[in-house]
C-alpha cells in the first residue's frame, strides 16, 4: 500500500502527463521550462520579493534547487521502495 505522499505523487504525474502529452514534438522542453518558470515566479511572488531585484534573481535560483533536490528525493523513495520490494520477494 502506498503512503499518502506517493499516491499525490503518482496524481500528480499522471495530471502532469496528460498535461504534456499533447505538446510532444512542439518544444517540450521549452513548455517545461516555461511552467517551472512560472511556478518559481508565482513563489517568488508570494514570498514578496520584487521581480528583477538581485532578491528575486537569488529566490528563483533557490526554487529551482529546492526543485531539483525534491525530485531527487522523490527518486530516492522509488528506488528504496524497489530494493525493498526485491529484499522481501528474496527472502
Sequence with gaps: MQ???GSRLVLHLL???ALILPLAGC???DALDAMDRERFEKACAHLGI???SPSWDQCMIQQQASDREEEQRSLDRMQ???MMEKWKRGR
Aim: charged share 25%; proline share 0%; hydrophobic share 25%.
Design 3 to 5: 503512503d499518502s505522499y
Design 15 to 17: 495530471a502532469f502527463t
Design 27 to 29: 518544444g517540450l522542453q
Design 50 to 52: 520584487a521581480k528583477g
Design 80 to 82: 528504496q521502495r524497489e
